[in-house]
Nanobody, 129 residues
Framework: QVQLVESGGGLVQPGGSLRLSCSDAESGRAFNSYTLGWFRQAPGKEREFVAAIRPAGENTYYADSVRGRFTISRDKPNYRVYLQMNNLKPEDTAVYYC????????????????????WGQGTQVTVSS
């Protein structure tokens, strides 16, 4: 049973930073074999891709809206994935979800939420002065 758990959300002023964390309380080593992604959903909007990372961490992918501000990374010894978010903007306000896939995802599909079969409950990020 895969259980992804996110943490690190909160309220931050524009220009500030947050680091989100995601771990799997159950699968342990299997977590390191997943392609992992971060998605977000703002009120009244569809869930959108933010970033993704391959199992070995050799490739990362970003939405244009966050490239250069956000960094996805994974801590394999501790079975975690992080999303470092810098220079946050009010439009980054959303519930952020960690997602995982045990199957390889082709590059053209890596931004599609339907390609991920494991999801966390989400953590709220609010950027406001």
């Amino acid at each position: 049973q895969v259980q992804l758990v996110e943490s690190g959300g909160g309220l931050v002023q524009p220009g500030g930073s947050l680091r989100l964390s995601c771990s799997d309380a159950e699968s342990g080593r299997a977590f390191n074999s997943y392609t992992l992604g971060w998605f977000r959903q703002a009120p009244g909007k569809e869930r959108e891709f933010v970033a993704a990372i391959r199992p070995a961490g050799e490739n990362t992918y970003y939405a244009d809206s966050v490239r250069g501000r956000f960094t996805i990374s994974r801590d394999k010894p501790n079975y975690r994935v992080y999303l470092q978010m810098n220079n946050l903007k009010p439009e980054d306000t959303a519930v952020y979800y960690c997602a995982g896939s045990g199957s390889r995802i082709i590059v053209s599909a890596i931004r599609m939420p339907q390609m991920y079969n494991y999801w966390g409950q989400g953590t709220q990020v609010t950027v406001s002065s």
